[in-house]
C-alpha cells in the first residue's frame, strides 16, 4: 500500500546488483508520494561483491549504484529534491536520525531491514509496500569501505542550483575521506563570463548547501570550505591533501595540479575520477551531465 503524499519522506533500500527493476519501481513510488524532499538511505556494502577485487573496481562499484538511482529519480522528476545517502558509510547514529522522527519511513521489500539503533520513536511511522512485519539487525554505522580512502580529500567547483552531478561529485568525496573534506567553491570573481550570470547563486548560498548536503551525507567528518581565487585552490596550499576526486570532464587537466605541487616540494594526489550523470537518465562514457548553465538558462526564461 503506497503512503500517502508527504512533504518529506525517507525510503529505504537494499540494492541489487545491478539495480533491479522493482528498486527503480520502488523509487519512482516514493518521488510521486513527495511534495518536496526525499532521502534515500540505502545498503551500499552488499552490492559490491567479493569478485571484485580491485579497490578501484569498489570505487567504480559505489559511485555507478548512486549515479543509477540519481538517474531513475531525476528522469522520473525534477521537482522533488533527492539524496541518496549510503547509510553504513555515513556514520550516522540514532541522534543524527531525530531530523527525521516525524517523517514517514518506506521500506521497499520483505527482505528490508533497519539498523538495530533506528530510534524506536520511529518505528511506528515506518511503511511497508506489502504491509508487513520487519525485522531489525545490527548493522555499522560506519563500515570499512571496500575502495580505497584518504584522511584528507579535495574536491571543487562552482556548485552553483545544486544539481544530480554535484551530489554524485560530493557523495563520493564524502566516501573517500576520513578525517576531512577540503571543498573548493569557485568565488563570485571567477564567475564573471558565466552565461546568465545574474542567476548565479551567490557565494554564501552555494557555500550553505554543499555544507548541509556534506553533513547529511557524512557524520563525524571535517568539512573545510574555501573559495577558489585561481585554477589551484587549495591544493597547492595544502600538503596533507591526499586525493583529489575529479570527473572524467576535468580529469585531463587535474594533472597540471600536480606538477604544481612537485615543483613546491609536495606529494602527489591521487586523482579519483568519477562518472557523470545525464538528464536523460542515463550514465555514459560521454560524460553527458546536468548543466548548472542549463538551469540558469531555465530560469531566465521563465521571466
Not at 559490491?48 to 559505489?62: F, K, L, N, P, Y
Not at 531530523?99 to 533506528?118: C, F, G, I, R, V
Not at 568525496?173 to 576531512?180: I, Q, S
Not at 585531463?252 to 613546491?264: C, I, K, Q, Y
Amino acid at each position: 500500500m503506497d503512503p500517502a503524499p508527504r512533504h518529506n519522506l525517507l525510503l529505504w533500500l537494499h540494492l541489487a546488483s545491478p539495480l533491479a527493476a522493482t528498486d527503480a519501481d520502488t523509487l519512482r513510488m516514493a518521488v510521486d508520494c513527495t511534495t518536496e524532499e526525499l532521502t534515500v538511505f540505502i545498503a551500499l556494502k552488499d552490492t559490491i561483491t567479493s569478485e571484485e577485487e580491485s579497490t578501484s573496481d569498489g570505487w567504480s562499484h559505489m559511485q555507478r549504484r548512486i549515479a543509477e538511482l540519481y538517474a531513475v529519480s531525476a528522469s522520473h522528476s525534477q521537482k522533488v529534491s533527492v539524496d541518496i545517502v549510503p547509510l553504513n558509510f555515513c556514520a550516522y547514529s540514532a541522534d543524527d536520525m531525530l531530523p527525521y522522527k516525524h517523517n514517514a519511513t518506506l521500506l521497499q521489500s520483505p527482505d528490508s531491514m533497519l539498523p538495530e539503533w533506528w530510534p524506536s520513536e520511529m518505528h511506528t511511522n515506518v511503511k511497508s509496500r506489502y504491509q508487513q512485519e520487519y525485522p531489525l539487525v545490527g548493522q555499522s554505522t560506519r563500515t570499512p569501505t571496500p575502495w580505497k580512502s584518504f584522511a584528507h580529500v579535495a574536491v571543487g567547483g562552482t556548485f552553483d542550483h545544486l544539481h544530480v552531478g554535484h551530489k554524485i561529485l560530493l557523495t563520493a568525496t564524502a566516501l573517500a575521506a576520513t578525517k576531512r573534506i577540503v571543498c573548493g567553491i569557485s568565488a563570485e570573481a571567477l564567475l564573471e563570463n558565466k552565461q546568465h550570470k545574474e542567476y548565479l547563486e551567490s557565494y554564501r548560498t552555494r557555500e550553505l548547501n554543499v555544507l548541509l548536503f556534506l553533513r547529511k551525507i557524512r557524520k563525524n567528518i571535517i568539512v573545510e570550505l574555501v573559495p577558489i581565487v585561481d585554477r589551484y585552490g587549495p591544493t597547492i596550499t595544502d600538503s596533507t591533501i591526499g586525493a583529489l576526486v575529479v570527473s572524467q570532464e576535468t580529469l585531463p587537466g587535474s594533472d597540471a595540479l600536480n606538477v604544481r605541487r612537485e615543483e613546491l616540494g609536495m606529494p602527489p594526489m591521487h586523482l579519483l575520477p568519477i562518472d557523470l550523470v545525464a538528464v536523460s537518465g542515463q550514465t555514459t562514457e560521454n560524460d553527458l551531465k546536468i548543466s548548472s548553465t542549463a538551469i540558469r538558462a531555465a530560469l531566465a526564461e521563465r521571466q
